[in-house]
């Protein structure tokens, strides 16, 4: 591998050396990211992201996978990853301190002098994004570090607490939807697969509706709607990205 990888490979492989740390890092890696189900007892098989179709995978053989993967040992595929975890830049901010070098900075950034202020942001909470002409100009300039600090992407929370139509909570988390202590993502996963089950035709004609009320779920007999399931269901999915 290339000892100057400073991100992981878009596709890759590890050979398992049958340890719990293999199981630990890489298992547990394309279980969260993937949502594979391998388990990782082959001992000397390859287990990576790269198969034909692009998914996860594990061969006896490494010229089983395909999209030209790069070959990582345990050690590089747990420092690769680590880098991961390091807050992700995501664009720029003028310090206050030079707020009033704002028309200035500006004229440099967009290499126009009727543009006095940044008001296309890139995101709300920053002036432009990294990689953008606007920072190169900066930098040649010698301006971006000194009046400019990073910004980076907002960390996603841990849980989440979510009011089913003001009944009662579901706490939401990367380890599932819980009412109480009691882990429930297999419920919710059910009543999401219903509701996508659900018809829209019977035969040449429309089947549709706005809105089910639900009037006992688990032990629960207070009224909720199958939108509020489906939203749990869409935030438990989000905070796993």
Known sequence: MNEELTELPKY????????????????????????SKLDGNRKNYYYGYGNPTGGVD????????????????LEQFIKLTKMEDKKKQIGWKLKEEFKKFEKQAANIAFDDTTI??????????????????????????????????????????KEEIVSMNEQFNLRVTKDG?????????????????FANSIPTKFGKYDFLYSEMKLSKTGCECKETRLSDWINVWKKYKEIQL
């Open 116 to 157: 006095n202020i940044f008001t296309d942001n890139y995101k709300e909470y920053c002036n432009f994004k990294i990689n953008s002409n606007c920072e190169v100009r900066l930098k040649n300039a010698k301006l971006l570090d000194l009046w400019f600090e990073p910004v980076y992407e907002p960390e996603k929370p």
């Open 177 to 193: 939807i819980f009412y109480g202590n009691e882990n429930i993502t297999e419920y919710v996963t059910n009543v999401v697969d």
């Open 12 to 35: 890759w492989v590890v050979k398992n050396d049958g340890s719990q740390l293999f199981k630990d890092t890489v298992i547990k890696y394309m279980k969260d990211n993937y949502g």
């Open 58 to 73: 594990y061969c006896l053989c490494i010229y089983s996978f395909d999209n030209n993967l790069t070959l990582l040992t």
